[in-house]
């Protein structure tokens, strides 16, 4: 291809009067045998303008991510989808790793990733000299090449960092060459400090923790090989960090490679210790492995870990990724002896003179609350924030020392009461005690020294600050409010004042972040405290309005779940203001989706989404209010709108939600028009979301049957969308949730006058069942749409059966449902389907008019029936089971445990014994338990969409099934011989059994319905399943 040809269109891709003419001549040129690798040469090349070469780095990334596996065409097309020729492939391999080596960072990050996606592919299958490449030049003796291939190690280790241990086999081949070659080579490195010989040992280190962070290969790293290596992290974190650096802004230091390269030693020790070095918390295979790194390596690493911390105490400075890892390792060292007989003598010092510093409120969180309030609550409220924050770290290591070792508590408690009760104190340091203090608030409610001065602390300490003049200091009490708000008040007053300061804080502060902060320890104080809730009642307009106010203004995800919280504690009262919070919560989704940057930030499709869950939790507070769902319906229908209207599928799920919510209890007609509306947008869109629409398309069949009906169109829609579903290729549980609206049609409408709608639903499950289906789900769900079908009009069914005509089936199809039907009994689960297809069999063995096919499997019927009604006791039997254990669940979480150690033991071995003995059985086995439970309690998703036949008055399948048995002996004697002939002695005792339960249930009804004739009292609605234990089936006297 001609290069230059190429590199006037990436030039053009630059100029914007260019671009779109570039892009396509590009668009049909990328095709062509020898493009991709044409780019790779102009990316290599020194001679073309560095933009260009940054262009096509970019094209190329997006050609190998997109194109470079080869992929079968979809179904029903003959046609292949492009891919990157062979040919083009092999040159790229052969020339990839060359390219990162030579070309500068900002084309490098391009290559690797797709470096990355063709390990992904072809290692080691099309390309194990990747190995052998990279292995080439890292011995070279140009220390230049060793970066690049440095970086091409680590796109080959990344692309396995998460795979289990038995899919990482190429990975540890090529690694039993490279580990000892990268160990080799950054302890020739250490001595160097040089800029790019600490950029090489940092990528060295990101190597070694990809490699080990989610899974340790002891077949490479025996006890030998591990101690070089802890000596290298060791040695990297303990050197001191050139004097020059300090000229460098302090924003700027930790990106310096010098504290990055620190950070990625500590990364790898305090993953190593939480992981494998902690006995009692590790798994089997890494007993023998924790044991000797907490005898080997812990005390050595946690030496020079307290040497940084005393750095810090000095006033020199750390890197805030540094100090948060020192904790996170500190933190591990807690709970062994051995680490905390080293740590005991200078505890308190780490508590007052570190951990509390880090806790306290400093210049740079003065600095943004001035500058960006509302980013400065983003930045508090962001867990990825929380995961690097130094501050959660030290909050952590404080909370485990002060609950695993006795002496921390007391001397820290001391420490604070002295700042809080001392006036002259410095705010930031009262700050800082407050948080102290809220962190380990759990503690302290629990230990019989503390719990009953926490009420004193918040009247004398907390409350006063809650009025002091500076903002930050009332943000903080508001946030010890919410620590504290499980609190057994003995003073009214105390609680009373509580609920009134955090209300004010809430209404009349002038600070967000203070707003903020009083509206969660608010909603936690009303849901903790029943007085509080009184106490609010009458102030729940305001503060729902303040709450919208603060949402609108912060998009802050936290609030919105207040005000979700909220609408739940007051039901009643948020009924009459339901319509103004939605019409405010509607106003402020449409400016969050309607704004410029909503495409970039995820944040605000969190908010988003937030609002839509909280405007459902109102429509369903407001359900029995009929008038106001009414006026509710216009808001959100508009809402609807303007997410169909733009497309944004990520908001499909939830305003489907909100129309299930709207349609619950009745149908107006702009709901009905919504099906309509509904139905064009799936046909362009999306029919993946069918599994999402089912509750709402279920509402419209069963909540109003007789608009459904009134107009034709109505079935016609969902007849045409379960077609769809069935005839293409959204998957087989979107293909169940068809099925099943299909049959919750045919039952809805038993009685009224669909028969012609029943040929076209049998045949269409009928054809799905010849095209091959993979799962038993499936298969019965296609099945119950005809015994469905059988229950409407058995004569409608059997002749729709004897009239079908399916593709490579010649002749009619009845033999091959009646077959495949008995070959399947014992897939029916769950209790609906059990008991759909005993009435179906009843049916069955009840007709006069057989089909031969009948005949022919006449002794599988009543043993069939007798497995399905064991299946349905078994169901009950667990469920009770479930419901006993989930009792004795709660009872034991309710004991509460002493977690103290005495002053210098071990953690005591329980948990170690326990990891042991469940390693015995392994964790698969612990899974395979759960999944029994979910076996027998067979509650699939489909059981939850309701039909005439599940209701408590419905047909009762025990009395169906011996009924039909009865008449059939009445009527035709040799048939029911034929019938009960092949039963066993145990299949007759069950019979037998079936037959009193019936009879028991048939009394059990008469009795119920006799006296709600009379006035009386009536049953609480609890349904067939819990009213009987099957366990033990009356006696027969």
């Known amino acids: 291809m001609d290069l230059n040809l190429i590199i006037q269109a990436l030039k053009g891709t630059i100029d914007p009067k260019l671009r779109i ?81 030579r070309s500068p960072d900002l084309v490098r990050v391009q290559l690797t990733m797709c470096l990355r996606a063709i390990i992904k592919y072809d290692f080691p299958g099309h390309w194990p000299a990747v ?26 280790v ?50 070694f923790y990809a490699l080990v962070q989610y899974a340790l290969p002891l077949q490479l790293v025996n006890n030998q090989t591990m101690t070089a290596w802890m000596e290298i992290f060791r040695t990297i974190i303990d050197r001191t960090v050139p004097p020059e650096t300090l000229q460098i802004d302090e924003d700027d230091r930790p990106e310096l490679v010098w504290w990055k390269c620190k950070k990625w030693a500590l990364h790898i020790v305090a993953r190593l210790f939480e992981r494998y070095g902690s006995p009692g918390n590790v798994t089997k295979e890494y007993f023998e492995f924790s044991e000797f790194f907490l005898k080997t390596y812990a005390v050595g690493i946690q030496q020079v870990l307290l040497k940084i911390l005393d750095q810090y105490r000095q006033k020199e400075y750390v890197a805030p990724r540094v100090l948060q890892q020192a904790f996170n390792y500190l933190n591990q060292g807690i709970v062994h002896s051995v680490t905390w007989k080293q740590m005991k003598p200078h505890i308190q010092n780490i508590s007052e003179d570190v951990i509390f510093s880090v806790m306290c409120y400093k210049d740079e969180d003065e600095e943004l609350w001035q500058e960006d309030p509302y980013e400065y609550i983003r930045m508090k409220f962001d867990i990825f924030e929380d995961y690097a924050s130094p501050t959660t770290a030290a909050q952590t290591l404080l909370y485990t020392a002060a609950k695993k070792r006795k002496e921390v508590l007391p001397k820290m408690m001391a420490f604070v009461y002295q700042i809080l009760t001392d006036p002259n104190f410095d705010p930031r340091k009262k700050d800082g005690a407050l948080h102290v203090i809220g962190s380990l608030a759990d503690i302290l409610l629990k230990k019989s020294l503390f719990k009953d001065q926490m009420e004193l602390l918040l009247q004398n300490h907390v409350f006063p600050l809650l009025l002091s003049n500076l903002g930050y200091l009332r943000a903080r009490s ?64 305001p503060i729902m309005q303040e709450l919208l106010h603060i949402v609108r203004e912060t998009e802050n995800d936290d609030v919105t779940n207040v005000i979700q919280k909220m609408i739940c504690e007051y039901s009643q009262e948020v009924a009459s203001i339901a319509v103004d919070m939605t019409q405010h919560l509607a106003e402020i989704f449409g400016k969050v989706l309607q704004s410029d940057e909503y495409e970039e930030i995820e944040d605000k499709t969190v908010m988003a989404m937030g609002i839509l869950h909280t405007i459902d939790t109102i429509l369903t507070v407001v359900e029995d209010h009929k008038e106001v769902t009414q006026q509710l319906e216009n808001i959100c229908l508009r809402i609807i709108d303007l997410v169909l209207q733009k497309h944004v599928i990520e908001f499909y799920e939830e305003i489907l939600s909100l129309a ?56 016609e829609i969902l007849f045409t969308m379960c077609r769809k579903v069935l005839c293409g290729d959204a998957g087989e549980d979107a293909e169940c949730h068809a099925a099943k609206l299909l049959e919750v049609i045919i039952l809805q409408c038993k009685g009224k006058g669909i028969d012609q709608c029943i040929p076209l639903f049998v045949q269409l499950v009928l054809e799905r069942l010849t095209l091959g289906v993979k799962t038993s789900e499936l298969r019965t769900m296609c099945l119950q749409v005809a015994i469905a079908a059988l229950y409407y009009n058995p004569d409608l069914l059997l002749h729709t059966l004897e009239q079908i005509q399916l593709p490579h089936n010649p002749g009619p199809i009845t033999v091959q449902f009646i077959n495949q039907w008995m070959n399947d009994t014992d897939c029916f689960l769950g209790h609906h389907d059990r008991k759909m297809c005993i009435i179906g069999l009843s049916i069955l063995l009840e007709l006069q008019n057989r089909p031969p096919a009948v ?51 071990e953690e005591t071995n329980v948990t170690a014994q326990a990891m042991q003995s469940n390693n015995g059985r392994g964790e698969d086995e612990e899974e395979e338990d759960d999944d029994w439970d979910e076996e027998v309690l067979e509650e699939t998703a489909l059981e939850g969409f309701s039909t005439p036949l599940d209701l408590d008055n419905s047909v009762d399948e025990y009395q169906f099934f011996t009924q039909a048995l009865l008449t059939v002996q009445n009527r035709d004697a040799a048939w029911y011989q034929l019938l009960m002939a092949p039963l066993s002695e145990d299949q007759r005792r069950a019979l037998q059994e079936v037959y009193t339960l019936a009879e028991h249930r048939r009394t059990v009804a008469e009795a119920k319905k006799k006296i709600e004739q009379q006035g009386g009292f009536t049953f609480e609605n609890k349904g067939v399943l819990s009213a009987f234990n099957f366990g033990t089936v009356p006696g027969n006297n």
Not at 493 to 520: F, G, Q, T, Y
Not at 666 to 692: A, H, K, N, R
Not at 864 to 874: A, D, N, V, Y
Request: hydrophobic share 40%; glycine share 2%.
């Open 855 to 905: 005949d022919a499997v006449v002794g599988q019927i009543v043993p069939s029936i007798l497995f399905l009604f064991l299946g349905l006791k078994q169901v009950c039997a667990t469920r009770q089971l479930v419901n006993r254990e989930d009792r004795s669940k709660a009872e034991k979480a309710d004991m509460e445990e002493n977690e103290e150690i005495s002053s210098d033991e």
């Open 660 to 715: 299930y919510s709207l349609t619950c209890h009745g149908i107006s007609p702009q709901m009905w028009q919504l099906l309509g509306i509904l139905y064009e947008v799936f046909q362009q869109d999306c029919f993946e979301y069918f599994t999402d629409m089912m509750p709402l398309l279920h509402n419209y069949v069963t909540i109003d049957t007789d608009t459904l009906l009134s107009n034709p169109k109505h079935l």
């Open 478 to 541: 508001c946030w010890v409010l919410h620590a504290f708000s499980s609190l057994k008040f003995h003073n009214e007053l105390n609680l009373r004042n509580a609920v009134e300061l955090a209300k004010k804080s809430l209404i009349e502060d002038k600070e967000m972040p203070v707003k903020v902060e009083a509206a969660l320890a608010l909603q936690s104080l009303i849901s903790n405290q029943t007085q509080a809730k009184e106490y609010m009642k009458p102030h729940v307009r």
């Open 158 to 207: 990344k692309t396995y960092e998460y795979k289990k241990a038995e899919e990482r086999e190429p990975l540890i081949a090529a690694m039993q060459i490279f580990l000892p070659r990268i160990q080799q080579q950054i302890m020739q490195l250490l001595p160097d400090s040089s800029h790019y010989s600490v950029l090489l040992q940092k990528q060295i280190l990101k190597i």
């Open 21 to 101: 003419a570039a892009e396509n001549e590009l668009n049909q040129s990328y095709k062509i045998i020898n493009f991709a690798p044409s780019l790779l040469r102009i990316i290599v090349s020194d001679h073309v303008e560095f933009p260009v070469r940054q262009a096509a780095a970019i094209y190329l990334k997006n050609m190998v991510t997109q194109y470079w596996p080869d992929r079968e065409p979809p179904p029903g097309e003959a046609v292949f989808p492009f891919n990157i020729h062979e040919n083009d492939r092999q040159q790229i391999r052969d020339n990839i790793v060359e390219g990162i080596i």
């Open 131 to 156: 190995v052998d490449k990279i292995d080439y030049y890292l011995q070279s003796q140009s220390s230049g090449s060793w970066l690049g291939s440095l970086l091409c190690l680590y796109q080959l």
